[in-house]
């Protein structure tokens, strides 16, 4: 269950992270809050949370 | 007093030289309602000067994060309580994002470190990746790894490096209020190693990082002095947790009279669309600035951030029948 913004990482979705998200990758885990590790590729991105594992554009 | 777009007319476009530094500070404090007609002059500059192709790149992270510098804008800083978490790039996904970049008809791939300069490791690592991108892509590779070394100009040199990219980031003036963990004049001086190297110097810097008008006109005097074969242009995206992440964004008419400006002052120069177009210009702001003085664009994402669909700036390209530099006019 997803509980907190990938954005900020606060609990809950915000207008302003959700537009932020158009041009930026999720840097916080939605389910567990950690920060992910991400990288950034010419057409993509990879965002991988330690304990509940990878999230990608595709 | 003569208008300055009537100078420049004859000066920049007829001559060929650029403008000096009080002549862009005119430029940059025009109305307005000149905005049109200076964008227009400096389009003419651009053509003339530089041709109708469009230099498209792409780039990438190597390292992205936990670098020991302070520069304030950035979000790759281990200084600030930036979101983003050190990585590394493996060789085959190095070679896979140069192969994406080749798909969109890029003839660049620049191959970015978030480091004051590098270490073996990473030297070693970008020596591999070189080779492999090499080996499977038809593209250039450029670099950028921060300050250099003597030694590590000419490494990079020897592994076929054909540019180099190291920004100013902004007016020698207003630099330490930027970055305060290294100085203006030790980026300098590396830029003068990749030249003398025989390594392309690409330097450009931001906009939006609270200089005023008069420090923009003398960062485009000093880039004018240096005389790089690209100046990118990125105007600031504020980045959550940096010393910058509250301040404004550029305002479109702003930014497309610093992207014509800089055009009058670097006739000859590519001048490259970098990172935070998006939130600046838009849509229609990118428009104008290809029709303003750009003659380069980062296509697909940035370091950390993403930026337009790539086949999106290319529809526009193709639009405005500006065609994509060819890998053959680049060697």
């Not at chain 1, 609990?11 to 916080?28: D, M, S, T």
């Not at chain 2, 990473?122 to 450029?142: F, P, R, S, T, Y």
């Not at chain 2, 005023?212 to 003398?218: K, M």
Request: glycine residues 8%; aromatic residues 6%; negative net charge.
């Amino acid at each position: 269950m997803e509980k907190y913004c990938e954005h900020c990482g606060e609990a809950g979705e915000h207008a302003a992270c959700l537009r932020a998200l158009r041009l930026e990758p999720p840097r916080f885990c939605a389910r567990c809050r950690r920060r992910m590790v991400v990288q950034v590729t010419p057409r993509g991105w990879t965002a991988r949370c330690a304990e509940h594992g990878t999230l990608t554009s595709a | 007093m003569t208008d300055i777009l009537t100078i420049a007319r004859q000066q920049v476009l007829e001559e060929g030289r650029g403008l000096d530094q009080a002549q862009a500070l005119e430029c940059l404090s025009l109305p307005d309602e000149r905005l049109e007609e200076l964008l227009a002059l400096a389009h003419e500059v651009r053509m003339r000067w530089c041709g109708p192709e469009v230099e498209v790149e792409g780039i990438i992270s190597v390292k992205t994060g936990g670098c020991p510098e302070d520069c304030h804008f950035c979000s790759q800083s281990g200084q600030f309580s930036s979101p983003v978490r050190a990585a590394w790039l493996d060789i085959p996904s190095l070679v896979e994002a140069a192969r994406e970049t080749a798909k969109t008809g890029a003839t660049e791939f620049c191959i970015v470190a978030a480091v004051r300069g590098p270490d073996q490791r990473l030297m070693d690592q970008v020596k591999k990746g070189i080779e492999a991108i090499n080996a499977e892509v038809e593209i250039q590779i450029a670099c950028s790894l921060g300050m250099l070394t003597q030694e590590q100009v000419d490494a990079l040199s020897s592994w076929g490096v054909h540019r180099y990219n190291h920004n100013l980031e902004t007016a020698r003036s207003h630099f330490p209020k930027v970055v305060t963990t290294h100085t203006w004049e030790e980026r300098w001086d590396t830029l003068q190693m990749v030249r003398e190297a025989g390594m392309e110097v690409c330097c450009g810097g931001l906009i939006g990082m609270g200089e005023t008008l008069e420090q923009r006109a003398e960062f485009a005097a000093q880039l004018a002095e240096l005389d790089p074969h690209e100046v990118p242009l990125n105007f600031l995206n504020p980045r959550p947790g940096t010393p910058f992440e509250e301040f404004p964004l550029v305002e479109g008419a702003e930014a497309l009279k610093t992207i014509a400006t800089f055009r009058l002052t670097l006739p000859r120069t590519i001048l490259r669309y970098a990172g935070g177009r998006e939130l600046t210009l838009g849509d229609l702001g990118t428009k104008d600035g290809l029709l303003g003085g750009i003659n380069a664009m980062i296509v697909g994402n940035y370091l950390t951030t993403l930026g337009r669909n790539a086949d999106k700036d290319l529809d526009l390209l193709t639009e405005l029948q500006m065609p994509i530099k060819a890998l053959s006019q680049t060697l």
